[in-house]
């Protein structure tokens, strides 16, 4: 059983900066692909950001790409979603999950976080 607590959301401006973290408990966190999805009000979960185990791996949504950058310390069992350039459309709950590779970009996950919000202001 895998726990994943996500912090770091806030209130940046419009070409600001912010930096979540997810830090996961419990089980083989290092072993497990996790990533970062996000969702908007009134729309559906949307898929931001994936890493693979030991972070050989990246991929992210088109509308994050050049801008959020998704990395792992495995040391500290924390992932971490920077991102730049934010934009008013970013707003979002954003959620870590964690789980198999091969199903975590279409929202395939085994654990999700609580989520943290990220509102960003024009």
């Known amino acids: 059983q895998v726990q994943l607590v996500e912090s770091g959301g806030g209130l940046p401006q419009a070409g600001g900066s912010l930096r979540l973290s997810c830090a996961a408990s419990?089980?083989?966190?290092?072993?497990?692909?996790m990533g970062w999805f996000r969702q908007a009000p009134g729309k559906e979960r949307d898929f931001v950001a994936a890493?693979?185990?030991?972070?050989?791996?990246?991929y992210y949504a088109e509308s994050v790409k050049g801008r959020f950058t998704i990395s792992r310390d495995d040391a500290k069992n924390t992932i971490y979603l920077q991102m730049n350039s934010l934009k008013p459309e970013d707003t979002a709950v954003y959620y870590c999950?964690?789980?198999?590779?091969?199903?975590?970009?279409?929202?395939?996950?085994?654990?999700w976080g609580q989520g943290t919000q990220v509102t960003v202001s024009s």
């Open positions: 419990g089980g083989t966190a290092e072993n497990t692909s």
């Open positions: 890493i693979s185990a030991r972070g050989s791996l990246t």
């Open positions: 999950a964690a789980g198999p590779w091969v199903g975590l970009t279409r929202g395939d996950v085994d654990y």
